[in-house]
């Protein structure tokens, strides 16, 4: 018995002993850190993490901020929302074609990120770094700014309000729905309750005001007439007095429209300012595999009503989810 303990006793020691020996070994053979070794070891692992934060975001979700208030109160500027990059296909690179989009039509409602179609590029170079920069900071970064030093938009986020077929028409900012195949125009709140749709798209310019936004836009209309405002109607200037305060028109649709119908009047041999005129009063068509976008500010919104309907195809994604600030978390997917 003393025998077989003195043989394990040995072969222990022996295994114990070669395994300090490969220790030391290695550690000898360990070549020597120093700062250029450093300082590309966390280069190769940043470069690393900034690809993969750029692949999730192109093809995966994007984190996205934001930039102006046309989506008060459903989502305030500086909120930072989810986007879903794949319900609407895979989009091969920004602004590309995409993939495994054909059955993946944005539906009525959804909050949807889209390519601003009056966004203006300062170059591709340009436009690919300032997309890689923010992209890769999770949206923390935007070096895109115009002149005042606002973020550039280059990416819009609204709702998806009209569908392929319909005529969407704007009166004193009530929003009029003619569905595919009607020839009636329903209010988009009984339209919005009828499918029982959320409570989201709001207005803050009160009725009583329209009268005056109208006058200021017919006025201004006067004035590019070159007509001396001494002379106008009176009426006009008296419903003019309930906005002479405001700096800028509450609603900009509703005075341009006003506008065009003065200059159309003054001068009907003018034939751009009456189709232009023509176009508010019948409304915009949404042509199929489109859909037209508005904020739920509806007052404060740059969106469909001024550059049109939006092609599927630039659609990029889906807002699913508010995460920030942490007291608005919220789900938006059935928004």
């Not at 040995?10 to 020597?32: M, Y």
């Not at 929302?81 to 091969?92: A, M, P, R």
């Not at 392929?164 to 195949?181: A, N, Q, S």
Request: charged fraction near 25%; aromatic fraction near 12%; proline fraction near 5%.
């Amino acid at each position: 018995m003393q025998r077989l303990l003195d043989f394990l006793e040995q072969q222990t020691v022996k295994i114990l002993t070669r395994r300090k020996a490969l220790r030391l070994l290695a550690a000898a053979e360990k070549p020597k850190r120093t700062f250029l070794g450093e300082v590309k070891g966390w280069a190769d692992a940043l470069v690393f993490a900034v690809f993969a934060v750029l692949l999730i975001n192109q093809y995966l979700f994007q984190l996205f901020v934001i930039p102006s208030p046309s989506m008060v109160s459903t989502l305030n500027i500086g909120d930072r929302v989810f986007v879903s990059k794949t319900i609407y296909g895979i989009e091969l690179y920004p602004g590309g074609p995409k993939v495994g989009s054909a059955n993946r039509q944005v539906a009525r409602d959804q909050i949807i990120t889209f390519y601003n179609p009056e966004y203006t590029s300062r170059g591709p170079l340009f436009d690919i770094l300032s997309q890689i920069i923010y992209m890769g900071t999770f949206s923390l970064v935007n070096i895109d700014r115009k002149d005042d030093g606002s973020m550039a938009e280059r990416l819009y986020v609204k709702r998806a309000i009209g569908l392929g077929g319909e005529t969407i028409r704007f009166v004193d900012g009530k929003v009029l729905i003619r569905p595919t195949g009607m020839d009636q125009w329903i209010e988009e709140e009984q339209f919005r309750s009828s499918l029982a749709l959320v409570d989201g798209p709001h207005r803050s310019v009160e009725d009583r005001l329209y009268g005056g936004i109208r006058a200021w836009g017919a006025l201004y209309g006067y004035q590019m007439a070159g007509v001396d405002l001494q002379s106008v109607p009176s009426y006009l200037k008296n419903e003019y007095a309930a906005v002479a305060q405001d700096s800028y028109p509450d609603d900009m649709y509703a005075f341009t429209k006003s506008q065009g119908r003065t200059q159309s009047l003054f001068n009907p041999a003018d034939m751009a300012a009456r189709s232009k005129y023509a176009s508010y009063e019948r409304g915009i068509y949404v042509p199929e595999g489109h859909i037209l976008p508005l904020g739920d500010n509806r007052d404060n919104s740059r969106d469909g009503r001024y550059f049109g309907p939006v092609s599927q195809t630039k659609i990029n994604g889906s807002v699913r989810l508010r995460f920030w600030p942490l007291n608005r978390i919220a789900y938006l997917g059935n928004k």
